[in-house]
């Protein structure tokens, strides 16, 4: 069976009518790819003129980040190779590549010490790999092989990591490159070991996923999914650190040969070290720390699903900080966790959305410290729903 027996009449005939407006324009790379006007026909519900104008800021986007030749011409930067952690693990068992994502990487270091060129590049050199692996798949097995699997491993992701707003940013441009150039491409999304930590990132994150993606996620906690994943990986091929029998030479169920988990990024990698600028930001404001000590902040959201945003620098050491919510007359509940922040490397900035209204009070704890106060430098502020 090869692709587009079962396409209606209808669907044909949209499909020649892509192509006959667009044909001159796609490069010999794109013609490779027989799903191509199907594809951007799907993702735009068929509509012709809508399908037209997303595939052709696609082919203005190929061009911009060189795509056609990414696989043979693009040398991504070590530290990306080493430490950001993303990886192909193999197939499923109907050929479709597996992209295994350990969020509990480093964005600090890796934004610290990639440009953001590499960091957009690299995420499309994984999807190229990937989309070339079902070309290899589609010959072996005599049958078109389209799709691909992710899986999210959310396990050891901490409170920094999940409301990095840099590292926020970098997901949210990740999910728009993909909507917009790699549609029709997810078969099923695995997100593992989901925990509090999940509960802050993800909401932001959604905002941005269209429907087609956000049906086809599966969000587990740590139970029951290792199950679900040896329904569809043969268990010879799915690392054992996921559930299957796969391990490296010498045992190693973590596959460390061949999966990159997530690391620190040493620091000699950084680019540059943090000038401490944002006190000299108009606007910014100053707050002092004693030592045995704390200040807060308060904010009143006033529209459900607002969200608060977070900019701040220590001029010295660390500090803790942590957000809070009050109902009216009710008691103060944690929402984040108070956490001990290091602005060494660039000022800590993060968001969390906000889905009830309230008062939400922003706490900078000094109480630890028995001899020195900090200077503290920050902006913050509340947001609308839809201004993010």
């Not at 790819?33 to 104008?53: G, P, V, W």
């Not at 969000?219 to 569809?232: H, R």
């Not at 607002?306 to 900019?311: G, H, N, R, V």
């Not at 000022?347 to 939400?360: A, F, L, M, N, Q």
Request: net charge neutral; aromatic share 12%; charged share 30%.
């Amino acid at each position: 069976m090869s692709f587009g027996d079962d396409l209606t009449a209808e669907e044909k005939a949209a499909i020649e009518e892509l192509k006959r407006r667009t044909i001159n324009d796609i490069t010999p790379k794109m013609r490779e790819d027989e799903t191509l006007y199907y594809r951007f026909l799907k993702a735009r519900d068929f509509n012709i003129q809508n399908s037209e104008d997303m595939l052709r800021r696609h082919i203005a986007w190929r061009k911009e980040f060189q795509v056609d030749t990414i696989l043979t011409d693009y040398k991504p930067p070590e530290v990306l190779v080493k430490y950001l952690p993303t990886s192909l693990i193999g197939c499923d068992k109907e050929g479709s590549p597996l992209i295994y994502n350990d969020m509990a990487g480093d964005p600090k270091g890796l934004i610290g010490s990639a440009k953001k060129i590499d960091l957009i590049k690299y995420f499309i050199l994984i999807q190229e790999k990937a989309i070339a692996v079902m070309k290899e798949q589609s010959v072996k097995r005599g049958k078109p092989v389209n799709t691909m699997v992710q899986i999210y491993n959310y396990g050891n992701m901490s409170f920094a990591k999940a409301t990095n707003k840099k590292s926020m940013e970098m997901a949210k441009l990740g999910i728009d490159i993909f909507q917009d150039n790699y549609p029709e491409r997810l078969k099923v999304v695995f997100d593992i070991n989901t925990s509090f930590y999940f509960t802050l990132f993800f909401p932001v994150i959604k905002v941005v996923l269209a429907p087609a993606v956000y049906n086809k996620i599966h969000f587990y906690g740590t139970e029951k999914w290792k199950d679900d994943l040896l329904e569809i990986v043969d268990a010879d091929v799915l690392p054992a650190f996921l559930g299957g029998n796969r391990t490296d030479p010498d045992g190693d169920p973590m596959c460390n040969s061949f999966v990159t988990h997530a690391k620190t990024v040493p620091e000699s990698y950084y680019l540059k070290k943090s000038e401490k600028i944002l006190c000299q930001i108009p606007g910014v404001r100053k707050m002092t720390v004693t030592r045995f000590s704390k200040e807060t902040l308060t904010f009143e959201v006033k529209e459900a699903n607002s969200f608060l945003e977070w900019e701040f620098e220590t001029k010295s050491k660390d500090i803790g900080f942590g957000v809070y919510f009050k109902e009216t007359d009710s008691k103060i509940i944690e929402v984040i966790p108070k956490q001990r922040i290091d602005t060494y490397y660039g000022p800590e900035t993060g968001v969390y959305k906000c889905e009830k209204p309230g008062t939400y009070i922003v706490a900078f704890d000094n109480s630890y410290s028995w001899i020195y106060q900090k200077e503290i430098y920050y902006r913050m502020r509340v947001i609308g729903p839809n201004s993010i």
